[in-house]
């Protein structure tokens, strides 16, 4: 129970005792509890180590410790993302800290008597472990962002479970159990490595991508901004596209789910932003809010964009779509379909950036078939985060106008030969 001080408001001791609650009743925390008592449970079945001390500080390190080991993977291939720009390069940068610390564990539990010596010998020795290992977390946590990406789980959780898969796999094949060592082999080189492949097939289609087609411009445009122009007309040259179709994200799935279980809400409204927050049933160990917390309704976002792109002169060159029922039924797959439905033998490009939305684009058009990723490598320090947090003159200027007048809950807002009505930032076109 949190104290409360005289005042009514929680003390920090009382602050300090809801986050461990929180933590505590997390999914995640007890799926990492059963992580590190199923890391014991596999080592010591595998390799006949129940009493031994070092396995046992191990699991209960990996039980502690794994949802921020995971926060930390994602991290480290976002970062190796936003410097480099190419798919390989993200996966390096989750590879090469994942090897270093497997490295660590299989070293540690060999040096204290935790391992089977000639299981361990069988997959290559600490190195050989510590590889496949690596590459197999490699390709289960993949296949926990493919997940995320059409709307099931989130990125931690997914890559917790990818994680919970391979410690299985990597206790019974490093004790050369039947069966165990081959498929334990064959899912680190043929899962991890034909990730890795296709990853840079990926790189290779962005610098050597024929010009011509239609370009894919998909982001939450929260707002639209200088750079989202910027980006389009170096595209279009650069590429020699006949268009770009943008559809914004509505609604991401992720958040849809938080609110039917009221694991989010919209606490309070700014300027006709809406301000998410998370509530007491919210999971501690889940990225609720990877691109910031504060939106402006979907309604909104379109009109921006409509009136950015025909006060830029780009109308002709730039379509808006909204695939409402497709979108929210199949997301970004399920729109690139219909896409490609409306255009059948039209070469497409995807368009985007390199942070958390962009990449996550980058591999949703990846796995929609043969589609040609140009990506920007973002230096210009333009961004909607700072926008959101009151920055001036990245925007242009109609939408500086528009946000202006919806800051001032002005019932009517006008612009570009245009009228909406204005409900607390919804803006709807009409009197």
């Known amino acids: 129970m949190a104290a409360i001080g005289s005042d009514g408001k929680s003390t920090p001791d009382g602050v300090r005792a809801a986050k461990i609650s929180?933590?505590?009743?997390?999914?995640?925390?007890?799926?990492?509890?059963f992580g590190g008592l199923l890391t014991y449970l596999s080592y010591a079945y595998a390799h006949g180590s129940w009493a031994n001390p070092v396995l046992i500080c191990v699991s209960i390190f990996?039980?502690?410790?794994?949802?921020?080991y995971a926060k930390l993977s994602n991290k480290a291939e976002l970062w190796a993302n936003n410097q480099f720009g190419f798919v390989t390069a993200g996966r390096l940068g989750r590879f090469i800290p994942?090897?270093?610390?497997?490295?660590?564990m299989f070293w540690l539990m060999l040096w204290g008597g935790a391992l089977n010596q000639l299981g361990m010998a069988s997959v290559g020795g600490i190195a050989g472990a510590a590889l496949v290992t690596t590459l197999a977390s490699q390709g289960t946590q993949?296949?926990?962002?493919y997940l995320v990406a059409r709307g099931i789980g989130d990125a931690n959780r997914?890559?917790?479970?990818?994680?919970l898969i391979n410690v299985t796999l990597a206790a019974l094949g490093t004790a050369g159990v039947?069966?165990?060592r081959e498929g334990f082999l064959f899912v680190g080189f043929g899962l991890g490595g034909a990730l890795f492949v296709v990853g840079l097939l990926s790189d290779i289609r962005s610098v050597a991508a024929p010009k011509g087609g239609i370009g894919l411009f998909f982001g939450t445009y929260n707002p639209f901004h200088n750079s989202h122009l910027a980006l389009l007309r170096k595209a279009i040259e650069q590429r020699g596209l006949d268009k770009v179709i943008i559809h914004p994200v509505l609604i991401p799935k992720l958040h849809v789910d938080a609110f039917r279980k009221g694991e989010i809400r919209v606490g309070r409204l700014k300027d006709g932003f809406q301000i998410y927050e998370k509530t007491d049933k919210a999971d501690s160990n889940v990225d609720y809010f990877p691109t910031g917390n504060v939106f402006l309704p979907p309604e909104t976002r379109v009109a921006l964009i409509e009136l950015a792109l025909a006060e830029a002169g780009m109308a002709d060159k730039v379509e808006v779509a909204v695939y409402s029922d497709i979108y929210y039924g199949k997301g970004f797959q399920g729109v690139i379909a219909e896409i490609k439905r409306r255009h059948r033998g039209v070469r497409l490009h995807v368009i985007h950036g390199t942070d958390f939305g962009g990449m996550l684009v980058r591999q949703i058009a990846d796995e929609c078939g043969w589609i040609y990723p140009w990506c920007i490598l973002r230096r210009d320090q333009v961004s909607a985060t700072a926008i959101?947090?009151?920055?001036?003159?990245?925007t242009p200027p109609i939408v500086t106008d528009v946000l202006d007048q919806i800051s001032q809950n002005l019932p009517i807002v006008s612009a570009g030969g245009r009228t909406f009505r204005n409900d607390n930032g919804v803006l709807t076109e009409g009197n």
């Open 22 to 33: 929180r933590y505590l009743r997390s999914p995640s925390t007890r799926m990492a509890a």
């Open 388 to 394: 959101r947090r009151g920055a001036k003159g990245m």
């Open 142 to 145: 993949y296949l926990g962002g």
């Open 178 to 180: 039947p069966g165990a």
């Open 98 to 104: 994942q090897l270093a610390f497997n490295l660590v």
């Open 158 to 163: 997914n890559t917790l479970v990818g994680i």
């Open 62 to 68: 990996v039980g502690v410790f794994l949802p921020s």
